[in-house]
T-cell receptor, first 113, second 110 residues
């Protein structure tokens, strides 16, 4: 089954404790992207990747890191989480960013205390 | 000012009515326009995708793009309770950066 998976789905952590949210797709997609969703603000793009070893900042990259060492994986790293990073996070992938639909993962709900 | 403006609603309509949703944007670099539907606690799923100005129809859904006015719309005909969801407009240039609207919550009452 074609899908985007994210882990963990739910996470409660404390300020400053490094964490990684994994994202994996099995569709051989070139393009992958991370978003956060907050009430009243819609989806905001954090980082995106056009291909392996190619990443770019979205609108809200501060406090986040990403890497794209393999085509299928695109982990999101929070080196020192803060309460303002409490949010719902979505990973998405597509063959390319403009002619193909993006497939979204199920979301990761993060609470930073 | 946000690059994409979308009325958050909620928009409540009776079953069978036409739902009208719209977004305005400010960046003329946007070339590709999409509408996503998101049910509660789920990821967004693509409903409609358009590239140029004009209309595109798919079943009960019609998407309109007016690049000269920087305005896009989505119409849902013969709305059903199962259409109750949040609808997000999205747009991108050809370089991978996406902008989403805040989403409009739609409630279709039986």
């Amino acid at each position: 089954e074609a899908q985007v998976t994210q882990n963990p789905r739910y996470l409660i952590t404390v300020t400053g404790k490094k964490l990684t949210v994994t994202c994996s797709q099995n569709m051989n997609h070139e393009y992958m992207s991370w978003y956060r969703q907050d009430p009243g603000l819609g989806l905001r793009q954090i980082y995106y990747s056009m291909n392996v070893e190619v990443t770019d900042k979205g609108d809200v990259p501060e406090g986040y890191k990403v890497s794209r060492k393999e085509k299928r994986n695109f982990p999101l790293i929070l080196e020192s989480p803060s309460p303002n990073q409490t949010s719902l996070y979505f990973c998405a992938s597509s063959l390319d960013p403009y002619q193909e639909t993006q497939y979204f993962g199920p979301g990761t709900r993060l609470l930073v205390l | 000012q946000k690059e994409v403006e979308q009325d958050p609603g909620p928009l409540s309509v009776p079953e069978g009515a036409i739902v009208s949703l719209n977004c305005t944007y400010s960046n003329s670099a946007f070339q590709y326009f999409m509408w996503y539907r998101q049910y509660s606690r789920k990821g967004p799923e693509l409903l409609m995708y358009t590239y140029s100005s004009g209309n595109k129809e798919d079943g009960r859904f019609t998407a309109q793009v007016d690049k000269s006015s920087k305005y896009i719309s989505l119409f849902i005909r013969d709305s059903q309770p199962s259409d109750s969801a949040t609808y997000l407009c999205a747009m991108t240039d050809s370089w991978g950066k996406f902008q989403f609207g805040a989403g409009t919550q739609v409630v279709v009452t039986p």
